[in-house]
């Protein structure tokens, strides 16, 4: 499966999840979260899930995650990356020697 945006992700854990028979209560107590964010994550909801909190559900679940390289220079039309941003951060604009 390719992940191109965050609800890509949340439906990624939601199969595995299922596959593993867990309900959501059940990956909330082994994320330390709550049932409402695996619901609110796993259909998309969720507007800025902590990268820590999903790499420990994917994690958690046994979701491998590989990162390839992609051939060429990108710009940042060059890519479709729904609700992905690409923009530097306000906080490190202009910061740069």
């Known amino acids: 499966m390719i992940l191109k945006t965050i609800s890509d992700l949340g439906l990624a854990v939601r199969e595995a999840r299922r596959r593993r028979k867990l309900t959501q209560k059940q990956l909330a107590q082994t994320l330390g979260t709550t049932q409402e964010w695996i619901s609110q994550f796993e259909t998309g909801r969720l507007e800025n899930p902590s990268l820590g909190t999903v790499l420990k559900a994917f994690a958690a679940l046994g979701i491998d995650l590989n990162i390839d390289s ?25 910061r740069r020697r």
């Not at 941003?85 to 906080?91: G, K, Q, R, V």
């Open 70 to 94: 992609v051939p060429g220079s990108l710009r940042n039309n060059d890519l479709d990356t729904g609700d992905l941003a690409l923009d530097e951060p306000s906080f490190l604009k202009g």
